[in-house]
């Protein structure tokens, strides 16, 4: 199977964590997410871990919480000694709902209302990742209002092309997300912000792309950014003593798909970082990264019905099951590829070849195209893998379809943690 987690049982039937997924089929209905707290925990360790092997436990690990945020989601990370990313005041809200500690917490985002800013920092949220001159400002005014300092990062394109490996004059120019290096900007709000009243600069922020499977940008990256650190000290005589390296490591999707071990990045990158910093006579600065598909998507696999089966003769076959686009729009948004299995009958071959059709009144709502597939029947339970990233956080009610529930598996126990929406919840709001 795609990962350890999902085995198979004498029945042919799908396990995830131990627990059967026909039976939580069978109990919960479909459609549904089921998460394995067990994989989401041991992802953590293993970042965490990796740290405290290769840069001497002189960092924190941040977990991008818009890639699956919910309660006992922020619970868990809180019991993992985690970090927390949020990029809006809803995750921010979940977060402090559970007790998070606030001072873990980094508010990121291309804009952030007054709001936000004010929300945030009224409850001491530890870092907040500055965007751009206008929020620079923003922030100053709220900050000085509240009586508060505000602990800030910037966000900073570093030109780095993750897919070229290459630093790229005008590539990453073109983005909505921060300043540029290579046209000084993010030189000049760096300067700007240290004469500031009520901000206190702490470090820079880079985040380079997503499912990245080559460590090579991310090494660039840090290179790239230690040299700004060290421009800044020499020209304008200010330690910068932070720098967070952002998330973007690579899971697997499909068998083919073959991530670096997480423990890699942090033995090359740290080896950077050392090396780069000796070379500029900078101190090691402390170390944020900030994995969220990584730790998540593994974890999860989402569970849906076959309605109908429809076979069009030198066409394809086209399996209509009961999501779709409402509660996985990563196909319909950038073809996002996925593994399929028929989760009653795990054991046998894969022997169609199928598209797997959502239930949403758009044609171009599928989960997928040309999935090789157990031969598919009305009634089986199909299990898409690795779904718990960037899947139940992009959720709609889109047809007005409630949202399906999660399920926490651990260890051959399963819980729901966030319920089926109703269909009273989908007219709550409605006056
Ligand atoms: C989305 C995001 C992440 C997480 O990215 P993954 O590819 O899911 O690891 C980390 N940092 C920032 C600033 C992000 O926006």
Redo the contacts with the bound molecule.
Sequence with gaps: MLTDNLTINENGHLLIGGVDTITLAKECGTPAYVMDEGVIRENCRRFKKSIDEYYDGKGLV?Y?N??FCCKAMCNIMREEGMGL?V?SSGELYTAISTGFPTDKICF?GNNKTKDEITFALSHGVGRI?VDNFEELERLDKIAGKLHKKANIMF?VKPGIDAHTHSFVQTGQIDSK?GVALETGEAFEIIKKAITMENVVLKGV?C?I????FDISPFELAAKVMLGLIAKVRDELGYTIEELNL?????IKYLEEDNPPEYDEYMKRVAATVNKTCEEYSLDRPFIYI??????A?PAGITLYTVGSVKEIPNVRTYVAVDGGMADNPRYALYQSEYTAVVANKADKPKDAVVTLAGRCCESGDLVGENMPLQTPEEGDVIAVLATG??NYSMSSNYNRLPKPPVIMVNNGNAKIVVKRETLDDVIRNDL
Aim: charged share 15%; with cysteine; hydrophobic share 30%.
């Design positions: 941040c991008a818009k890639v990313d990029v990121h990742i966000r997300f922020h985040h792309g997503s499912q990245i952002g998330g973007g490591f690579g900030e994995p969220g598909r990584s730790i998507g990233a960037y």
